[in-house]
C-alpha cells in the first residue's frame, strides 16, 4: 500500500463516486499484478520495462505518480543501480546448494520471497588489494 491520499474534489475512479476529502489507499501490489496492464504479470521480466512507452504509460507505481510523487526517487534508484552494480563487480557469488531458486512470494507489506534467498560471496581479488 502507498501513502494514503486525500480527495481534493469529488470525482469517478473505476465507476465508483469519490466524495471530496476521502482517504483513498492505492495498493500498488495489486496494480503491478494486473493482467489488464501487464502481460504475465506474475512472472519476474525486467525486459519489460526496456519498451518506454509500456514504462511510462505505468511508471514505477512503488514510488508513486504524479505530482505527489516520492522526492526521493531519483536518488534511490541511482543508489540501488550503484549497490548492485558494486556487488556484482566486487564479489563472486554463488548458491549455497544446488537447487534451483525459489522466487515464490511470502506474505507481508514489502513481498518477502517465501524461501529467503541463501548465497555465499567471495570478494574478488581486486577487493582485498584495495583493503589491504
Given amino acids: 500500500m502507498l501513502i494514503p491520499h486525500v480527495s481534493s474534489d469529488a470525482c469517478i475512479v473505476g465507476g465508483y463516486d469519490v466524495p471530496q476529502n476521502t482517504i483513498l489507499m492505492v495498493n500498488a501490489w495489486d496494480i503491478h499484478r494486473d493482467p489488464d496492464l501487464w502481460a504475465?504479470?506474475?512472472?519476474?521480466?525486467?525486459?519489460?520495462?526496456?519498451?518506454?512507452?509500456?514504462?511510462?504509460?505505468?511508471?514505477?507505481?512503488?514510488?508513486?505518480?504524479?505530482?505527489?510523487?516520492?522526492?526521493?526517487?531519483?536518488?534511490?534508484?541511482r543508489t540501488l543501480s550503484l549497490t548492485l552494480g558494486s556487488l556484482i563487480q566486487c564479489f563472486e557469488w554463488k548458491r549455497?546448494?544446488?537447487?534451483?531458486?525459489?522466487?515464490?512470494?511470502?506474505?507481508?507489506?514489502?513481498?518477502?520471497?517465501?524461501?529467503?534467498?541463501?548465497?555465499q560471496c567471495k570478494a574478488r581479488p581486486i577487493i582485498n588489494k584495495i583493503f589491504s
Wanted: aromatic share 6%.
Fill in 40 to 77: 504475465d504479470p506474475t512472472s519476474f521480466k525486467p525486459e519489460r520495462f526496456e519498451d518506454s512507452r509500456q514504462a511510462d504509460m505505468h511508471g514505477f507505481i512503488p514510488f508513486s505518480m504524479g505530482r505527489r510523487s516520492c522526492p526521493g526517487s531519483g536518488l534511490a534508484l
Fill in 96 to 119: 549455497v546448494d544446488n537447487e534451483e531458486v525459489s522466487m515464490t512470494e511470502g506474505r507481508g507489506t514489502i513481498v518477502p520471497m517465501a524461501i529467503p534467498l541463501e548465497a
